[in-house]
């Protein structure tokens, strides 16, 4: 596609309802990121994953949080059981390799009511 | 550690004026540096720096790397009210694929 997209925009959900999250790559890019970011902070990295490769999870912040990537492409990421400090924006990013430059969807916004 | 700055943290300024944003780093096996700007959620890619001294430009902003000195500025002239956003700056590495990035500077345009 032309560029990083991501859905739902927007999620509403309960506290202890799972929620998945899905990324969709620019076509080619074989880096794909997950971050995220709290209102009025910077931005977190939660996981990486590069081509074929063992993905990077060491910014996942707990056992909660898991994300795979279908084909090489299409990126799920599921947070169950969610809490109220889940809430935040998810941010998928692509880049065509390591250490490239990174381009950003435009993001889901998670509320955790 | 490596660690990205930015500053200020926040700037306000009128229409018209000229703004420098600042970013430091201390990062080993330096690769590049990216200068990114967030409107509301997605940041959207404005520079990459990789050689010091070489201004990049696009329209009214500019930025310029200085390796020994390890910052970057990124330069707005004749700002507009559309130019207000966060300004995040991040820098990568040889031996990581994974960007090290500043908090940000908020940039107000007031009309």
């Given amino acids: ?113 | 550690e490596d660690k990205v700055v930015q500053s200020p943290l926040s700037l306000v300024v009128h229409e018209g004026d000229t703004v420098t944003l600042n970013c430091s780093y201390e990062v080993t096996n330096f690769r590049s540096l990216l200068w990114y700007k967030q409107e509301k959620k997605a940041p959207t890619f404005l520079f990459m720096l990789t050689s010091s001294g070489i201004e990049k430009k696009s329209g009214r902003l500019s930025s310029i790397l200085d390796k020994k000195e390890l910052f970057s500025i990124l330069n707005i002239t004749a700002t507009q009210t559309g130019d207000s956003a966060v300004y995040l700056c991040a820098v990568s590495m040889d031996s990581n694929y994974q960007l090290i990035w500043g908090a940000g500077t908020k940039l107000i345009i007031k009309p």
Avoid at chain 1, 93 to 112: C, D, H, I, M, N
């Fill in chain 1, 1 to 113: 596609g032309a560029g990083v997209s991501q859905s739902p925009s927007n999620k509403v959900t309960e506290k202890g309802k799972d929620v998945e999250l899905r990324c969709d790559p620019i076509s080619g890019h074989t880096a794909l990121y997950w971050y995220r970011q709290s209102l009025g902070q910077g931005l977190e990295f939660l996981i990486y994953f590069q081509g074929n490769s063992a993905p990077d999870k060491s910014g996942l912040p707990s056992d909660r949080f898991s994300a795979e990537r279908t084909g090489g492409s299409v990126s799920t990421l599921t947070i169950q059981r969610t809490q109220q400090e889940d809430s935040a924006v998810y941010l998928c990013a692509s880049s065509s390799g390591r250490g490239e430059t990174q381009y950003f969807g435009p993001g889901t916004r998670l509320l955790v009511l």
